[in-house]
């Protein structure tokens, strides 16, 4: 069974910093790319950023280009957002996405939240 | 960059058709996903490749993709298809991005 569990969400001061992991497992990890897509609350999904199986590839919003980082360690099966410079408007829950050969994200974790706040 | 539209919110009774819609420019031209949300949850994939069904969704939903605007509907509605929809494209001519729709609430009456 496919699982994807992410954690390090928190409450962070703006201008901070927070790393977000996802857990992989039931599936090869290292042969797939992976996404973190986001939530504000009470607004609609907004892709963040895309990391292909071999890090070869990745991609960002223009929203957090320069200031979020995506990376996974295949060894660890595992997915990660070190997050900088946050700001208010970066609060919202993550989800971590497995993405199909065809683009479109098959599996999501639970989701972790981000509250960016003084 | 690229953007797809959706209306905020289909009301649909019980045993009829739920139609949603997803503009985008030239969308016909693009593979459209649809995800369904239901409060609280992680979003769960239901229409890959503009009409394709993942396994264990259900054939009451399919998907259609043409000229500027795809669709996803819904047959039979049951009250447990309440939830919000997306749809989704990889937007390959502005550096890979993935586009999500602003979403639509279906609620059944």
């Known amino acids: 069974e496919v699982q994807l569990v992410e954690s390090g969400g928190g409450l962070v001061k703006p201008g901070g910093s927070l790393r977000l992991s996802c857990a992989a497992s039931?599936?090869?990890?290292?042969?797939?790319?992976m996404n973190w897509v986001r939530q504000a609350p009470g607004k609609g999904l907004e892709w963040v950023s895309s990391?292909?199986?071999?890090?070869?590839?990745?991609y960002y919003a223009d929203s957090v280009k320069g200031r979020f980082t995506i990376s996974r360690d295949n060894a660890k099966n595992s997915l990660y957002l070190q997050m900088n410079s946050l700001r208010a408007e970066d609060t919202a829950v993550y989800y971590c996405?497995?993405?199909?050969?065809?683009?479109?994200?098959?599996?999501w974790g639970q989701g972790t939240l981000v509250t960016v706040s003084s | 960059s690229y953007v797809l539209t959706q209306p905020p919110s289909v009301s649909v009774a019980p045993g009829k058709t739920a139609r949603i819609t997803c503009g985008g420019n030239?969308?016909?031209?693009?593979?459209v996903h649809w995800y369904q949300q239901k409060p609280g949850q992680a979003p769960v994939l239901v229409i890959y490749?503009?009409?394709d069904r993942p396994s264990g969704i259900p054939e009451r939903f399919s998907g259609s993709n043409s000229g500027n605007t795809a669709t996803l509907t819904i047959s039979r509605v049951e009250a447990g298809d309440e939830a919000d929809y997306y749809c989704?494209?990889?937007?390959?001519?502005?550096?890979?991005?993935?586009?999500f729709g602003t979403g639509t609430k279906v609620t059944v009456l």
């Open positions: 990391i292909s199986s071999s890090s070869s590839y990745i």
């Open positions: 989704q494209v990889w937007d390959s001519s502005s550096d890979h991005l993935r586009v």
């Open positions: 039931g599936f090869t990890f290292s042969s797939y790319s």
């Open positions: 996405a497995r993405e199909s050969d065809g683009d479109y994200l098959d599996y």
């Open positions: 030239n969308i016909g031209s693009k593979s």
């Open positions: 490749y503009d009409s």
